[in-house]
């Protein structure tokens, strides 16, 4: 690991710590050669998905323009940047567990509105009339009616 101070690569680790979700590894290292000390963060580089775009264009996945998407969704809401980025972190591990080399952006977006959904209801609206491009009231109106559907049905099938 390079000092960003001096450039100097010899350096020892004083501490180190799980990250959020234990997902990261934070290390507190100091510089052999300027004394200075500095953090940085460890990642597994996990494989996630191709995203198939609704032209068929293929695209890396991009965390920040997701990421982006949704706080535009929870604006003025009383959603946390914390709840925002663990909601994120969500939607990535599942893209990483479905094994696939490529999903549709359908899919990004049907989990985001799923969680949108569980996390404050009026973001999950604001993020679903850009992403199905609502056009009418009706529209929004099919929309809430699917979010108390599921409320009135019976679970037990009676």
């Known amino acids: 690991m390079r000092c960003p101070y001096c450039g100097d690569e010899a350096n020892r680790v004083i ?3 799980l990250g959020r979700d234990a997902e990261e590894v934070r290390r507190r290292r100091e ?25 068929a264009r293929r695209e890396e996945f991009k965390r920040d323009k997701l990421q ?22 969500r939607i990535e591990r599942r893209l990483q567990e479905t094994g696939e080399k490529e999903v549709s952006s359908g899919y990004v977006g049907e989990r985001a509105m799923e969680e949108l959904t569980a996390l404050d209801p009026i973001a999950a609206v604001r993020f679903a009339s850009v992403f199905r491009n609502f056009q009418s009231a009706e529209d929004y109106s099919d929309f ?10 019976d679970p037990s099938g009676s």
């Open 15 to 17: 501490d180190s710590r």
């Open 31 to 55: 510089c052999a050669e300027c004394g200075r000390r500095f953090t940085t963060r460890e990642r597994v580089d996990a494989v996630i998905p191709r995203i198939i775009k609704q032209d």
């Open 68 to 89: 982006a998407g949704i706080e535009r969704a929870c604006e003025k809401r009383s959603v946390s940047a914390d709840a925002i980025e663990k909601l994120v972190d």
């Open 144 to 153: 809430f009616a699917s979010l108390e559907a599921p409320k009135s049905e």
